[in-house]
């Protein structure tokens, strides 16, 4: 484990290096995931049978909070990175933990979103609209939920451990999914609400 | 007893419970071997908790192996089948079964691993690196793959063979058509694989990319780990794809959904148009590497240097995207309009401008070298012809408005084997003859090697040229029999004696493997072919740390010029070398992912969420768990460079 | 206190929450279907890229290249994919 000292403390071993560089090739994997989803819900997405359309049951009001949660904890979660990087555990620790909070509140809203679907009768069965809708948010949602319980384990290694080149690594790491996931929360809000809505 | 009525198989066949019986022999047999000789501590210390990218890779290269000879009786089924008018030696269902199952195995649980298992071996020393990136998701990858390919191969024996072919399209592998658990197995067990493969895909680019000796700039690399690189971003960028079109599928089966029914919306084509976008480039994945293999020893055995590296390398690139902008010829039949259809033909024909490029390179690499005809050689010689006569059909197949006639024939057949054996499985032969003394200390007998290439090349022209001609004449695809009257009777019994001949050329193999394992010289030091790179350079056997000391790179051939040049490869002192430690989590993971997946395809829900969590206590234990690898001391390293005939200069 | 909060990611957040507004509009006002969309591929992307560089730090290594390589790989592949995709089944069905 050769240290260096020029560098920020998750990049600071080979190793390190390596993990973060290999999680920005998998982020390219997650790009074409995603874009695989958007590819059939473009193609399915006027494809109701005889069930609601997406401009039926689009609701603006919860759409918009879950837009602003996730934009406000990718910033949050940015900013416990800064922290880390100034050796403040104690701030990104808290920052961290707003992160998931705010990502928790987000994951309600969804889960809310999702029983009205069920409620105006779009299930997962009613169409081939409903399928790659509620597919394409569902993936995306269990990406979050998956983050809620890896950001959960690192911050309890961080208090644990304390700032180590490999809690630095992975807590760097950790930042760069929850970016990537609103990045793709972005696109599900213009190209699947906004223009569902327009 | 009712719980168990779904495990019986729906069409059964003497054939099958045959293959029930010798598979419950074979387990009894290994497990009593394995304890009577007392092995269990040494398999799972030695191999199955192994990280070393060099076990992984013959592990790979032993399971692709095995897989190619069951993928190997499928194929001489269907021939046999297919050898006379109105045969009745197989019944349709099994006939789809068997071509399934066929197709599957031997892309991706025999090309497949098999690219791996060189990937994994030889990538590392050309670069000069101790191992991978990630040795532990290495060994999930691996593992992956295995528990895939292990769960894909009980289908036959409980609940049923997938039926609806290797592409399953919709609505054929829907419900409605294809009832039993088979196709849920296609679906299961090609994602957890698939998996593994993406993992793979990241692991080698960041290797290659991060990991190269010093002095080895991106235009110094070897030419088989330039086509692993560029392989392995295809399969980050596509293997996605594949996961998200096989997830809609599973949930079309298993949940009721409408991708791909044909009601409430649900559109079949989008399942056939996910699988191309993944499965084109699939076969790039495919035939990269085993281009860069055939480069490697293409100037091995002509003594020259690789002719055209620049243009290698930027063909290889350029076929990366052209690979992704291809696929929808393989439906032009499809029903789309004519622009797309002109659109696909087009960029499918200018795939043939960077390979033909790639021809000329090998060529030119064999003009006026001292060409030595060994075993390797051979392949790589009798691979230009074939391959580009499956090349020049594959031009012909990609003119959308002649693909009316052509598409669904055996013509169809015909050519993409003709791509596949002398482009990849003559690939996989080559490599594993020219590797193979890096691999074992000893080298595979040439004269039995000559008889193999031999039989191989000459059954694989009787086997599929005359398919050419019965697939122009309407002989279609995936049809079990056909009547006298339609005349390709003869050809097809033509076929079938060449498909005869490929497998005594198969089993040579086996028996070359025996007979050197018996009787081939152990004394033929570490570099017998007088090769030029890098992973010639260590010892042989090869140790655990690859390299005592970081090799230095001076030029594409490092190795070459250190011998006749006098380049110093190793400049600097001995110093520890840190390794990382093995581990038992990735068989272990691997095992619960088999129960997940054999869970999901009988759907037996409390099961599936139990090795769910089980999952996910995996990745737990990961996360808290410290493991900083340990460290080889320099004692260590001295006693095992001596041990293996001194340091190496 | 003040340190905690640095200026770049501070109007990193701010310029978000005005692209979001931006995309809004299509929602309340009443545009064209070109107009609307070009309006969201545009915040959109700017959106993207935003994260990419001010937040996820794509840039602050000698990797930058491989690592914007590679984005940008998959960004082609994967307009490559939608559109293609929409191009037989949507455009030319």
């Given at each position: 484990?050769?240290?260096?000292?020029?560098?920020?403390?998750?990049?600071?071993?080979?190793?390190?290096?390596?993990?973060?560089?290999?999680?920005?090739?998998?982020?390219?994997?997650?790009?074409?995931?995603?874009?695989?989803?958007?590819?059939?819900?473009?193609?399915?997405?006027?494809?109701?049978?005889?069930?609601?359309?997406?401009?039926?049951?689009?609701?603006?009001?919860?759409?918009?909070?879950?837009?602003?949660?996730?934009?406000?904890?990718?910033?949050?979660?940015?900013?416990?990175?800064?922290?880390?990087?100034?050796?403040?555990?104690?701030?990104?620790?808290?920052?961290?933990?707003?992160?998931?909070?705010?990502?928790?509140?987000?994951?309600?809203?969804?889960?809310?979103?999702?029983?009205?679907?069920?409620?105006?009768?779009?299930?997962?069965?009613?169409?081939?609209?409903?399928?790659?809708?509620?597919?394409?948010?569902?993936?995306?949602?269990?990406?979050?939920?998956?983050?809620?319980?890896?950001?959960?384990?690192?911050?309890?290694?961080?208090?644990?451990?304390?700032?180590?080149?490999?809690?630095?690594?992975?807590?760097?790491?950790?930042?760069?999914?929850?970016?990537?996931?609103?990045?793709?929360?972005?696109?599900?809000?213009?190209?699947?609400?906004?223009?569902?809505?327009? | 007893?009712?719980?168990?009525?779904?495990?019986?198989?729906?069409?059964?066949?003497?054939?099958?419970?045959?293959?029930?019986?010798?598979?419950?022999?074979?387990?009894?047999?290994?497990?009593?071997?394995?304890?009577?000789?007392?092995?269990?501590?040494?398999?799972?210390?030695?191999?199955?908790?192994?990280?070393?990218?060099?076990?992984?890779?013959?592990?790979?290269?032993?399971?692709?192996?095995?897989?190619?000879?069951?993928?190997?009786?499928?194929?001489?089924?269907?021939?046999?089948?297919?050898?006379?008018?109105?045969?009745?030696?197989?019944?349709?269902?099994?006939?789809?079964?068997?071509?399934?199952?066929?197709?599957?195995?031997?892309?991706?649980?025999?090309?497949?691993?098999?690219?791996?298992?060189?990937?994994?071996?030889?990538?590392?020393?050309?670069?000069?690196?101790?191992?991978?990136?990630?040795?532990?998701?290495?060994?999930?990858?691996?593992?992956?793959?295995?528990?895939?390919?292990?769960?894909?191969?009980?289908?036959?024996?409980?609940?049923?063979?997938?039926?609806?072919?290797?592409?399953?399209?919709?609505?054929?592998?829907?419900?409605?058509?294809?009832?039993?658990?088979?196709?849920?197995?296609?679906?299961?067990?090609?994602?957890?694989?698939?998996?593994?493969?993406?993992?793979?895909?990241?692991?080698?680019?960041?290797?290659?990319?991060?990991?190269?000796?010093?002095?080895?700039?991106?235009?110094?690399?070897?030419?088989?780990?330039?086509?692993?690189?560029?392989?392995?971003?295809?399969?980050?960028?596509?293997?996605?794809?594949?996961?998200?079109?096989?997830?809609?599928?599973?949930?079309?089966?298993?949940?009721?959904?409408?991708?791909?029914?044909?009601?409430?919306?649900?559109?079949?084509?989008?399942?056939?148009?996910?699988?191309?976008?993944?499965?084109?480039?699939?076969?790039?994945?495919?035939?990269?590497?085993?281009?860069?293999?055939?480069?490697?020893?293409?100037?091995?055995?002509?003594?020259?240097?690789?002719?055209?590296?620049?243009?290698?390398?930027?063909?290889?690139?350029?076929?990366?995207?052209?690979?992704?902008?291809?696929?929808?010829?393989?439906?032009?039949?499809?029903?789309?309009?004519?622009?797309?259809?002109?659109?696909?033909?087009?960029?499918?024909?200018?795939?043939?401008?960077?390979?033909?490029?790639?021809?000329?390179?090998?060529?030119?690499?064999?003009?006026?070298?001292?060409?030595?005809?060994?075993?390797?050689?051979?392949?790589?010689?009798?691979?230009?012809?074939?391959?580009?006569?499956?090349?020049?059909?594959?031009?012909?197949?990609?003119?959308?408005?002649?693909?009316?006639?052509?598409?669904?024939?055996?013509?169809?057949?015909?050519h993409f084997h003709n791509t596949i054996i002398p482009g990849v499985v003559f690939a996989m032969l080559a490599g594993l003859t020219y590797y193979w003394p890096k691999m074992f200390g000893f080298m595979l007998n040439e004269r039995i090697g000559k008889w193999t290439f031999w039989a191989l090349s000459i059954g694989f022209v009787l086997a599929f040229f005359p398919m050419y001609i019965?697939?122009?004449?309407?002989?279609?695809?995936?049809?079990?029999?056909?009547?006298?009257?339609?005349?390709?009777?003869?050809?097809?019994?033509?076929?079938?004696?060449?498909?005869?001949?490929?497998?005594?050329?198969?089993?040579?193999?086996?028996?070359?493997?025996?007979?050197?394992?018996?009787?081939?010289?152990?004394?033929?030091?570490?570099?017998?072919?007088?090769?030029?790179?890098?992973?010639?350079?260590?010892?042989?056997?090869?140790?655990?740390?690859?390299?005592?000391?970081?090799?230095?790179?001076?030029?594409?051939?490092?190795?070459?010029?250190?011998?006749?040049?006098?380049?110093?490869?190793?400049?600097?002192?001995?110093?520890?070398?840190?390794?990382?430690?093995?581990?038992?989590?990735?068989?272990?993971?691997?095992?619960?992912?088999?129960?997940?997946?054999?869970?999901?395809?009988?759907?037996?829900?409390?099961?599936?969420?139990?090795?769910?969590?089980?999952?996910?206590?995996?990745?737990?234990?990961?996360?808290?768990?410290?493991?900083?690898?340990?460290?080889?001391?320099?004692?260590?390293?001295?006693?095992?460079?001596?041990?293996?005939?001194?340091?190496?200069? | 206190?003040?340190?905690?909060?640095?200026?770049?990611?501070?109007?990193?957040?701010?310029?978000?929450?005005?692209?979001?507004?931006?995309?809004?509009?299509?929602?309340?006002?009443?545009?064209?279907?070109?107009?609307?969309?070009?309006?969201?591929?545009?915040?959109?992307?700017?959106?993207?890229?935003?994260?990419?560089?001010?937040?996820?730090?794509?840039?602050?290594?000698?990797?930058?290249?491989?690592?914007?390589?590679?984005?940008?790989?998959?960004?082609?592949?994967?307009?490559?994919?939608?559109?293609?995709?929409?191009?037989?089944?949507?455009?030319?069905?």
């Open positions: 484990m050769n240290l260096e000292h020029s560098q920020p403390l998750e990049y600071s071993t080979k190793q390190n290096d390596l993990n973060i560089f290999g999680f920005w090739i998998f982020l390219g994997a997650e790009i074409m995931l995603f874009a695989t989803l958007f590819t059939s819900y473009f193609v399915l997405e006027n494809r109701t049978g005889s069930g609601p359309a997406g401009s039926e049951i689009f609701e603006i009001t919860p759409v918009l909070i879950e837009t602003l949660l996730l934009l406000t904890s990718s910033f949050v979660i940015g900013l416990g990175i800064h922290a880390m990087r100034l050796g403040k555990t104690k701030a990104m620790i808290s920052f961290f933990a707003i992160t998931l909070l705010l990502g928790l509140g987000f994951l309600s809203f969804e889960i809310f979103e999702f029983v009205h679907y069920v409620h105006v009768g779009a299930g997962i069965q009613t169409s081939a609209f409903t399928a790659s809708l509620l597919t394409t948010l569902g993936t995306h949602g269990a990406h979050v939920t998956f983050g809620l319980f890896w950001g959960t384990a690192i911050i309890l290694q961080v208090k644990k451990r304390g700032l180590t080149p490999e809690t630095a690594n992975k807590s760097f790491i950790f930042s760069l999914y929850w970016h990537f996931l609103d990045v793709v929360w972005i696109f599900i809000f213009s190209f699947i609400y906004l223009k569902g809505m327009m | 007893m009712e719980f168990f009525e779904r495990f019986a198989i729906p069409h059964p066949s003497p054939a099958i419970y045959a293959s029930m019986v010798v598979i419950a022999l074979t387990v009894v047999a290994i497990i009593a071997g394995l304890t009577y000789f007392k092995k269990w501590g040494y398999l799972w210390r030695e191999w199955l908790t192994t990280v070393d990218h060099k076990r992984l890779g013959l592990m790979y290269i032993i399971s692709a192996i095995l897989m190619l000879f069951r993928g190997g009786v499928d194929a001489i089924m269907m021939r046999a089948q297919l050898a006379t008018p109105d045969s009745k030696l197989l019944d349709a269902q099994h006939y789809n079964e068997i071509f399934t199952t066929h197709g599957v195995v031997m892309i991706m649980f025999m090309a497949m691993p098999f690219i791996f298992g060189f990937m994994n071996y030889i990538v590392p020393l050309q670069i000069g690196a101790r191992d991978v990136a990630f040795p532990r998701l290495n060994a999930i990858s691996f593992w992956l793959f295995f528990m895939g390919a292990m769960l894909f191969n009980i289908s036959f024996v409980i609940g049923g063979s997938p039926d609806a072919g290797w592409t399953s399209y919709f609505p054929l592998a829907g419900t409605d058509f294809s009832e039993s658990v088979g196709t849920n197995y296609y679906m299961i067990a090609l994602q957890i694989s698939g998996l593994g493969s993406l993992m793979t895909g990241i692991n080698m680019i960041t290797t290659i990319l991060k990991m190269r000796a010093p002095g080895m700039t991106l235009m110094k690399m070897p030419m088989f780990t330039w086509s692993t690189l560029v392989a392995n971003l295809i399969i980050v960028t596509v293997f996605p794809v594949l996961t998200v079109a096989l997830a809609m599928g599973t949930m079309d089966r298993l949940f009721a959904t409408n991708f791909f029914t044909s009601s409430n919306g649900g559109m079949d084509m989008l399942w056939a148009n996910l699988f191309w976008v993944w499965g084109h480039p699939e076969v790039y994945i495919l035939i990269l590497p085993a281009f860069g293999i055939y480069s490697e020893i293409i100037s091995t055995f002509s003594s020259k240097n690789l002719y055209g590296y620049t243009s290698m390398v930027a063909s290889m690139v350029i076929i990366s995207v052209l690979s992704c902008l291809v696929w929808a010829h393989h439906f032009f039949t499809m029903g789309q309009g004519a622009a797309s259809n002109s659109f696909f033909s087009i960029t499918t024909m200018a795939i043939a401008v960077p390979t033909g490029v790639k021809i000329f390179n090998w060529l030119f690499t064999m003009w006026k070298g001292k060409i030595r005809f060994t075993v390797p050689m051979l392949y790589s010689i009798g691979f230009i012809p074939l391959f580009t006569i499956g090349g020049v059909t594959g031009v012909m197949l990609a003119m959308s408005a002649a693909d009316y006639q052509y598409h669904n024939t055996m013509f169809l057949v015909a019965t697939g122009l004449d309407g002989q279609a695809r995936r049809m079990y029999t056909y009547s006298e009257s339609t005349g390709f009777g003869p050809l097809n019994m033509l076929s079938f004696i060449g498909a005869g001949i490929m497998a005594i050329g198969f089993v040579l193999i086996v028996y070359n493997i025996y007979y050197s394992i018996r009787y081939a010289p152990r004394n033929i030091g570490s570099d017998p072919w007088d090769a030029r790179t890098l992973e010639w350079a260590t010892h042989t056997p090869v140790p655990e740390y690859n390299f005592a000391i970081t090799p230095a790179v001076n030029s594409i051939e490092p190795f070459w010029d250190a011998k006749k040049k006098k380049h110093v490869l190793f400049p600097e002192p001995l110093k520890k070398i840190h390794m990382p430690n093995n581990s038992g989590m990735p068989f272990i993971l691997s095992a619960i992912f088999f129960v997940w997946g054999f869970s999901f395809v009988f759907a037996i829900w409390p099961l599936l969420i139990i090795s769910t969590l089980g999952i996910f206590a995996c990745l737990a234990c990961r996360s808290f768990e410290n493991d900083h690898g340990h460290y080889i001391s320099l004692e260590e390293i001295e006693e095992t460079e001596e041990k293996l005939g001194g340091a190496k200069k | 206190m003040k340190e905690l909060f640095p200026a770049k990611q501070v109007m990193g957040f701010v310029f978000s929450l005005i692209l979001t507004a931006i995309a809004l509009l299509v929602y309340f006002l009443d545009l064209s279907f070109t107009a609307g969309l070009t309006i969201l591929v545009v915040t959109a992307f700017i959106q993207a890229l935003l994260q990419l560089v001010v937040f996820m730090h794509a840039g602050e290594t000698k990797d930058k290249w491989a690592i914007y390589g590679n984005v940008y790989f998959m960004i082609l592949i994967a307009m490559i994919t939608i559109f293609g995709t929409l191009f037989l089944f949507v455009w030319d069905m």
